[in-house]
């Protein structure tokens, strides 16, 4: 599977975004799907993630709260979304999708397809 995700932007400090993530080349519901982000000079991290079906998802604990974004995904349309509320300073960096077989999981060694990264910036 190909993904693209795109969305990204620069916006003030508590503003939103909606990331999307279009998926291509295969059955978009056999895969669990993440997102993932990286600031500059830091590790890639765990942001979110959702089964197939889109009845099971997960939030990090950076983003205090978690309740900030909200993950879901259309398999009609082959897309995920990634909307983000109440943005911080601290949530700039560039976010990735990934896609893999079966359930998600936070470690993104497990995801076999990426997305090609959409570059989020929140102003103080």
């Known amino acids: 599977v190909q993904l693209q995700a795109s969305g990204g932007g620069l916006v003030q400090a508590g503003g939103s975004l909606r990331l999307s993530c279009a998926a291509s080349g295969d059955r978009f519901n056999k895969y669990g799907v993440g997102w993932f982000r990286q600031a500059p000079g830091k590790e890639r991290e765990f942001v979110a993630a959702i089964n197939w079906s889109g009845n099971s998802v997960q939030y990090s604990d950076v983003l205090s709260p978690k309740d900030r974004f909200a993950i879901s995904r259309d398999n009609d349309k082959s897309m995920a979304f990634l909307q983000m509320n109440n943005l911080k300073p601290e949530d700039t960096a560039i976010y990735f999708c990934?896609?893999?077989?079966?359930?998600?999981?936070?470690?993104?060694?497990?995801?076999?397809?990426w997305g090609q990264g959409t570059q989020v910036t929140v102003s103080s």
């Open positions: 990934a896609a893999r077989r079966g359930p998600p999981r936070e470690v993104d060694s497990s995801y076999e397809f």
